[in-house]
C-alpha cells in the first residue's frame, strides 16, 4: 500500500503531484499486490498543512482564490489512519482493491467557506472568517 495524494493522476501539474504519480505508476506496474491511497487535505493538530491554513486565518483578512467556490472534502487525520489500518489489515479487502487507486476524503464536499472553520478546529483554533478575494 502507497499513500499518495488526491491530485496525482493524468492532470497532476506540481511536482509533488507528478511524483507521486510516477511512484504510483510504478508501484502498479510492479508483479505484485499493491493498492495506492489518495487521502485529500487531511486534517490534524500537528499537520503542515493544517500549520499552514492556521497561519493562513490569523490573516485580518482571508483572501478565498476564485471566490471560494473550490470544493473541498477534507479528511480528519484519525479517519485515515483508520482506513489505512483496515486496509493494511483485512486481507479480503486489500485483495479486493488490488492495483486500484482509492480516494480517502471527508464524508461531504463542501465549498471553501464551509471548510474552512473545520481545518481550524483539530489545532483548538479559531479562524477568521474568509472572505472571498476579487477576481483579476
Known amino acids: 500500500m502507497q499513500v ?11 511536482a509533488n503531484h507528478l ?3 510516477a511512484a504510483d505508476k510504478h508501484l502498479l506496474a510492479l508483479p505484485l ?9 487531511v486534517l490534524a493538530a500537528a499537520g503542515a498543512s493544517s500549520r499552514a491554513l492556521l497561519t493562513w486565518a490569523s490573516l485580518p483578512l482571508v483572501p478565498l482564490p476564485a471566490g471560494g467556490q473550490q470544493s473541498l ?7 485515515l489512519s ?7 489489515t483485512d486481507d479480503a479487502a486489500a485483495a479486493a482493491f488490488d492495483g486500484q487507486r482509492i480516494a480517502m476524503v ?3 464536499p463542501s465549498a ?9 478546529m483539530p489545532c483548538g483554533c479559531r479562524a477568521q472568517p474568509p472572505s472571498p478575494s476579487p477576481r483579476p
Open 19 to 21: 511524483s507521486k504519480r
Open 106 to 108: 471527508g464524508p461531504r
Open 33 to 41: 499486490q499493491a493498492l495506492i491511497v489518495r487521502p485529500s487535505l
Open 82 to 88: 483508520a482506513g489505512l489500518v483496515a486496509l493494511a
Open 4 to 14: 499518495s495524494a488526491l491530485g496525482a493522476d493524468a492532470g497532476a501539474q506540481t
Open 73 to 79: 472534502q477534507p479528511i480528519a487525520v484519525e479517519d
Open 112 to 120: 471553501w467557506p464551509r471548510t474552512w472553520p473545520r481545518c481550524a
